[in-house]
């Protein structure tokens, strides 16, 4: 076992990761109790499919039947961004290329290296839009902890990271899952311009409904008059970028590593928010190619960039 780990940590830090381990195939109680209750309060907005994945949520033999084990992988995205806040904030996990696809190919390496080794096991890559507890596999596999701001915090690292997962009809020995937690710090509720973190019962959870990240990138249709975006065009970063485990300092300079994915690093310019206001169809085709901010469609990212265009008076 130990020496399968060595193998696949080398291949996994060889593309950029910086931390995998391994979690059971079966997601916590709480967890999943916690999940339908977040769908109850209609804290999923309008993403139906949140609700329709429930019953699969807890069954993993439905993406990969005969799985045994949760291989997960945490991939550093971190990286600043050139773009005048003026002109519309970008989250900075959409600055370069599309997440899913990257971490798809990276991963392959490593399903490559296990069907090698272990012919007739079974394996699927998950990353993000699966039907998974992607935070519960990572917690269970040890890659970090659950931040007020529901985000997976690393001690060493922080939260800038995406999560990947490879499903598994390999058994292999748990991690232990990670330990800590945000004591008495507050800030990111105190910092989220919308008040989206509430507690739900003795956790906190974000209601979807009012997070800038879901209404600039899943919301479909004309805002409300009184929404504000807070200047952010794409996504939010807001309850990241105040968490002291994302501040770098003397004593724990590994806090927010820069990312060193190369497809993550090389991205293109985005147009100023009146071009983006009324962005063709075909240059819009052209400028979001391979990119995240594509899932906004073209008629959401003209809207979002009338929207901070208008600033926060409403009516103008
Ligand atoms: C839906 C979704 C969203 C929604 C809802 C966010 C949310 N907080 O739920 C919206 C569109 C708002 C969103 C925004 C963002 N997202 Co998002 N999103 C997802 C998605 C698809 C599902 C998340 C989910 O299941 N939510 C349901 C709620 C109930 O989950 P929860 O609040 O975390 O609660 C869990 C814990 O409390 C735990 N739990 C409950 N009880 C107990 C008890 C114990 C003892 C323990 C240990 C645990 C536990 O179980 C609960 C259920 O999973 C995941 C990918 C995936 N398939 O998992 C990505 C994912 C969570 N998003 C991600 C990212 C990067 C973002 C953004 C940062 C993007 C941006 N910059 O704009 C923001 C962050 C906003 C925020 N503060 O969450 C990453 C997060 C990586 C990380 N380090 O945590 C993920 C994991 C994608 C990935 N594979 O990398 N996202
Ligand atoms: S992403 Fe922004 S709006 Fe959403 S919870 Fe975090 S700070 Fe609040
Ligand atoms: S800002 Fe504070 S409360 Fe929020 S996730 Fe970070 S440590 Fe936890």
Not at 101 to 126: A, D, M, N, S, T
Not at 151 to 172: A, H, V
């Amino acid at each position: 076992m130990k020496e399968l780990r060595d193998e696949i940590e080398a291949i996994a830090l060889k593309e950029g990761f910086d931390r995998f381990g391994v979690s059971s195939a079966i997601p916590s109680e709480e967890s999943l109790t916690f999940y339908s209750h977040w769908l109850q309060e209609g804290f999923h907005a309008d993403m139906e499919y949140m609700a329709t994945h429930l019953p699969l949520k807890g069954d993993l033999d439905t993406l990969l039947p005969g799985v045994r084990s949760v291989l997960a992988f945490s991939l550093p995205y971190f990286q600043e961004s050139d773009r005048p806040e003026t002109e519309g904030k970008i989250a900075r996990y959409a600055l370069g290329k599309d997440y899913h696809k990257v971490i798809r190919k990276k991963l392959g390496k490593v399903v490559q290296h296990l069907e090698g080794r272990f012919p007739g096991e079974r394996h699927r890559i998950c990353v993000d839009s699966a039907p998974t507890l992607d935070r519960v596999f990572a917690h269970q596999a040890g890659l970090g902890w659950f931040g007020k701001n529901t985000l997976l915090i690393n001690s060493r690292t922080g939260s800038y990271f995406f999560i990947g997962l490879i499903l598994t009809t390999l058994d292999l020995e748990p991690s232990e899952p990670s330990l800590g937690g945000c004591g008495t710090c507050q800030k990111c509720i105190e910092a989220c311009p919308t008040g989206a973190i509430v507690l739900l019962g003795d956790r906190w959870a974000v209601d979807s409904r009012l997070c800038l990240s879901y209404l600039t990138i899943e919301h479909r249709g004309e805002f409300e008059d009184s929404v504000d975006l807070y200047g952010w065009l794409y996504g939010c970063d807001v309850c990241q970028e105040v968490c002291p485990f994302n501040q770098p300092r003397e004593s724990q300079p590994e806090r927010r590593p820069t990312t060193t994915v190369e497809e993550f690093l090389v991205h293109k310019q985005f147009p100023t928010l009146l071009e983006l206001a009324q962005l063709p169809e075909d240059r819009w085709d052209e400028l979001t190619q391979g990119s995240p901010i594509r899932r906004a469609k073209v008629e959401g990212l003209r809207r979002n960039a009338r929207r901070v265009a208008r600033g926060s008076a409403p009516g103008s």
